[in-house]
């Protein structure tokens, strides 16, 4: 139900993390006026968005829709790189070992498929192979395979620098938080109020807190993240240790190459996380994380087992039941669209999740919004994500 597009609009964008950033530019590209709302500063410490890497995988076990649109973001970061003047995305590649032998059905055997039969060229590594090459792997994973496609994005460094160019190009930003929208206005909670032709709701893991009609069908989900310090960076590092995925859908570990700019080594948990509000409850990272971390590096990386913790953080994602984006019209109020629904995996497409916004926003027939139309979701509705691990 897009807005008769016969004039440019004057759009609010509530939320400056990727989905609200990266739409902002585009409609602006597009000729329409633009002003981002967020508390600030940009990156949010709390946003999904803000940290020092996100994982860049073309790998959705048999779902080619997210593959697909994964190869056409890639370009988009390489791109970024030149056109911001610094590289940050890294194409490391990326790993996904098993303790098992890859089967059909498993999420890394249909991934290893599915990137063959869209034409790309992922080494299957088995047994003792892996310790030759990755040596920093323990013995427990035999099987799995390494893709030189992918890697990892600074992400809190990419939003600051796609917001500066957003800044650039017209967009207008203003400090503030919204307290409640409806269509063409946003009222602030320091009684400001903000009026255009149309708002678009991207704040996140809080947009259910804007647009209460999503509530059942969204929640507040926080996973636990860990920075260590590395003994040894070489054995983490290129070429032998890469962006990583052990057993994901098992476990939910996965984690990044040795960070020279932060000297780090991060570590986190892609698994069912723990429900919470977005303002009001903590976010810590509990005894019981740090317990299940060293049970993972001891098994997993030998010579991380007793690494030493010099960073927690628990992030929180805007899990949608069925864990795709949101990204449409409210169907009662034409001047409201929702682009939010991250769930953990959105980070991944910033080079084209303004483009698909975009056209969300102006009726454009887009075949990849169709799964991110505004649906009806349901209690016990299965996640689909393919990466996530559930138990
Ligand atoms: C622990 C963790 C690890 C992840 N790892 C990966 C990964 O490896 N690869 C990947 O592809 N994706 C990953 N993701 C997912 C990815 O980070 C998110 O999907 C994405 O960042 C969501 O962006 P967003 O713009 O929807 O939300 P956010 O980045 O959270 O931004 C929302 C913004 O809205 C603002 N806001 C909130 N309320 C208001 C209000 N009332 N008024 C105004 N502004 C408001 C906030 O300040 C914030 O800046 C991960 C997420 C988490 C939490």
């Known amino acids: 139900m897009a807005l008769g597009l016969l004039k440019p609009l004057n759009i609010i964008v509530v939320g400056a993390g990727v989905f609200g950033v990266t739409s902002a530019r585009e409609l602006r590209r597009r000729g329409h006026a633009v002003t981002v709302l967020d508390p600030g500063p940009v990156p949010h410490p709390l946003a999904a968005s803000t940290d ?8 959705y076990g048999d779902d080619e829709q997210y ?4 190869e056409q973001a890639i370009p988009g970061f390489v791109a970024w790189n030149r056109d911001l003047g610094r590289p940050l995305y890294h194409e ?20 290893f498929q599915m990137l063959l039969a869209r034409g790309h060229e992922p080494t299957r590594v088995q047994g003792t192979e892996i310790q030759r090459r990755f040596p920093a792997w323990s013995e427990a994973y035999v099987d799995g395979f390494h893709h030189a496609r992918g890697g990892y994005v600074e992400s809190g460094r990419l939003i600051a620098a796609l917001a500066q160019k957003a800044g650039a190009a017209g967009v207008r930003f203003v400090e503030g938080k919204a307290a409640g929208v409806r269509e063409g206005r946003v009222t602030l909670t320091d009684s400001r109020v903000l009026t255009g032709d149309l708002v678009v709701v991207a704040a996140g893991t809080w947009t259910p807190l804007l647009v209460p009609e999503l509530r059942p069908m969204m929640r507040s989900t926080g996973h636990p993240v860990f920075h260590l310090e590395a003994r040894d960076p070489d054995l983490f590092s290129a070429p ?8 994901v859908t098992g476990t939910g570990w996965y984690g990044f190459p040795y960070n020279p700019k932060e000297r780090v080594i991060k570590v986190a ?7 919470l509000h977005p303002d009001r409850d903590a976010r810590e990272v509990y005894p019981d994380d740090h317990a299940q971390l060293r049970a993972f590096l001891a098994m997993a990386f030998p010579a991380l087992a007793d690494a030493r913790v010099v960073y927690t953080r628990r992030c929180v994602y805007c899990d949608t039941l069925d864990e795709h984006f949101w990204i449409d019209y409210h169907p009662a109020k ?3 669209l929702v682009a939010t629904g991250g769930s953990g995996h959105g980070m991944k497409f910033a080079p084209i999740l303004g483009p698909l916004i975009a056209d969300a926003v ?11 139309k505004w649906r009806d979701l349901r209690p016990g509705t299965a996640g689909q994500e393919a990466a996530r691990h559930r138990s």
């Not at 020092?52 to 790998?59: D, F, G, H, L, W």
């Not at 032998?240 to 057993?247: G, H, L, Q, V």
């Open 52 to 59: 020092i890497s996100k994982v860049v995988r073309m790998e």
């Open 67 to 70: 593959m697909e649109m994964v």
């Open 92 to 111: 490391g590649g990326v790993t996904m070992f098993t303790r098992q032998p890859m089967a059909p059905g498993d999420f890394e055997y249909e991934s």
């Open 240 to 247: 032998r240790f890469c962006t990583f995925m052990a057993d």
């Open 269 to 275: 948990n892609h698994g069912v996380g723990l429900s």
């Open 334 to 336: 034409p001047g409201i």
């Open 362 to 372: 102006e009726g454009v027939d887009n075949p990849w919004l169709e799964r991110f």
